[in-house]
């Protein structure tokens, strides 16, 4: 709906308050009349594409949720991060969204988005890996969620600050060489084994 695309527009642009109903109507090519006619105020334009965005990330076309489903994690990281970057990048405005309600709503319209997303994430790795197929597969007392959930966030943010912020290589590092590091930490860990690091304490 056209509506909805300048809404967009404006709101990742211009912020909530500083985009008027008339700008919107006039984005989109009609009278602010007709804008009233389906959408009775500007809340409900913005928490209708936040619904929107809501929905768009839950489906298995999203290529995020397509690496998922093939596999990427816990064995293809840098995969699933060139998917986390694909759907950063075609949703930038979407994404944007997000600060604005932090910004100008204390994040009260995501809020219920983010409280329900652990749930999310366990009804996939039920799907995917029945029983514990991919508990076994890792490292004692890790939690496969609480790691899905980490590598989600840690490879979502980072490109989150590239493409809205505008921050390229922000680890010092080139992305691919980044991408890898950071898969590198979430599959092997940051520290030595106590064992090794024993070892080596006797050896010096």
Not at 88 to 96: F, L, T
Not at 126 to 132: Q, W
Not at 136 to 146: H, I, K, Q, S, V
């Amino acid at each position: 709906m056209a509506i909805l695309q300048a809404a967009l527009h404006l709101f990742s642009r211009q912020g909530y308050r500083g985009t008027s109903i008339r700008e919107i109507a006039t984005e989109a090519g009609l009278s602010t009349g007709n804008v009233y006619h389906h959408f009775p105020d500007k809340e409900t334009l913005f928490t209708t594409l936040l619904t929107q965005y809501w929905e768009d990330i839950d489906s298995p076309e999203l290529p995020f949720n397509k690496a998922l489903a093939a596999g990427a994690f816990p064995d293809d990281l840098e995969a699933l991060a060139r998917a986390a970057e694909q759907t950063i990048r075609d949703h930038r405005s979407y994404v944007a969204l997000i600060y604005v309600d932090v910004v100008e709503f204390e994040g009260n319209h995501i809020r219920k988005f983010y409280s329900e997303m652990s749930g999310r994430f366990a009804r996939f790795l039920e799907a995917k890996y029945p029983g514990d197929a991919l508990k076994e597969r890792m490292a004692p007392g890790f939690d496969p969620r609480t790691a899905l959930m980490m590598a989600s966030r840690i490879f979502l943010q980072y490109f989150a600050v590239e493409v809205l912020f505008g921050v390229p290589e922000q680890f010092g590092l080139p992305t691919s060489v980044a991408l890898r590091e950071m898969a590198g930490i979430l599959h092997k860990g940051m520290l030595l084994p106590a064992a090794g690091k024993a070892a080596k304490g006797r050896k010096a």
